[in-house]
């Protein structure tokens, strides 16, 4: 396994995951990397984050095609989730349990909690660390998107090591973002930021305000993340789209996702589909049954209004809706319009329950739901037409065209 080198003292060291398809339940239908980096001089070793339990020895083959892995002085952990933690205890003892793991006080705490048994010798970071003549410096990110997190820069290249921050889920033998087009990062990107940081765009806000008042912006010329690529060629792009996400900003999208029992809420869900459509809103039809909640979830980020359809199982709502709106839930999404619809048998909770979860949301929900009670007809579809009417016009009265 061979190293990457990104400048003359700072090297990729981390592990591609070409298998892995579920990231703590959102799909990662093209794998991930797990990002790690060696600062070498003839000073000071220093590694920054380490990797997934499981893909060790790949990181200490790279580094050993630099030098002796027990030469490593010290470990710089930014993240202290399993992904870039879960290989830590290893590695500490294959290069010395007694050398200095630095993180963030709530990375201490953290990974002395993950790690109990570990015997790690674990510190709080101050404000900076010498790397070997070079001091490496560390940015509170607090909650993005773990208690720990932490960025780290070192100023005298202008290199930013930023964690889960502007990452992607993508395993390829490429590391740096001219080696691949916008057209095929711009998608995994947006999907990244929607399934795991849509909860904290505010403190995102906050950071890139920071970064910017403090100087630190302009100075960036390579930005290191824990996932994905290297940003060595225009690292303003990805801060600049992270500036717009972060807005929450809707367009003129509707998404329309639903389950089905007997076909009845699908038919539902193709004529409010084709109504909106028609409306000039662009609409995207996601049956449960073969899109996975992370995909949907991708498609509700930019989406104005989230329109979910469910039936009725036994006084609930079906499973799988159920679990979409959990998760959907847990992203926190800002500036939403909502409206539910579903089919049933007799009692008819499916659809009410959806309308309560998007009011709890705090969701924009301009009508009551839409039910049909056994197997709507072409002749029972005036009050689906009215609500998919009421919801185009508050999309179009709410949202300026692209
Ligand atoms: Fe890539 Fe939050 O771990």
Known sequence: MEPIKITDTVYWVGAIDYDIRDFHGYLTPRGSTYNAYLIVNDKKITLIDTVKHGFEEELLSRVSKIVDPKKIDQVVSNHAEMDHSGGLPEIMRHIGIDKTVHASAMGVKNLGGQFKNAGLNLKAAGASLDVGGEELAFIETRMIHWPDSMFSFLPSQGLLFSQDGFGMHLACPERFDDQIGENTWGPLAMNYFANILTPYTAQIAKVLEKVAADGILPQIKIICPDHGFVWRQNPGRIVELYSRWVQQKPRRKAVVAFDTMWHSTEFMAR????????????????????????????????????????????????????????????????????????????????????????????????????????????????????????????????????
């Open 271 to 402: 004529v409010l589909t084709d109504y909106l459509a028609g409306q000039g809103i662009e609409t995207m039809y996601h049956s449960l049954k073969n899109k996975h909640r992370s995909e949907v979830a991708t498609e509700c980020y930019e989406a104005a209004a989230i329109i979910i359809g469910s039936p009725t199982i036994n006084n609930q709502l079906f499973p799988s809706v159920s679990d979409l709106i959990t998760y959907i839930k847990s992203l926190k999404f800002k500036n939403k319009i909502g409206a539910a619809f579903g089919s049933h048998g007799w009692s008819g909770e499916g659809a009410k329950l959806v309308q309560a979860e998007l009011k709890a949301l705090g969701y924009n929900v301009p009508a009551d739901e839409v039910r049909f009670q056994w197997v709507p007809e072409e002749k029972d579809l005036e009050p689906l037409k009215a609500l998919g009417k009421l919801i185009a016009d508050e999309i179009k009265k709410t949202v300026d065209p692209d």
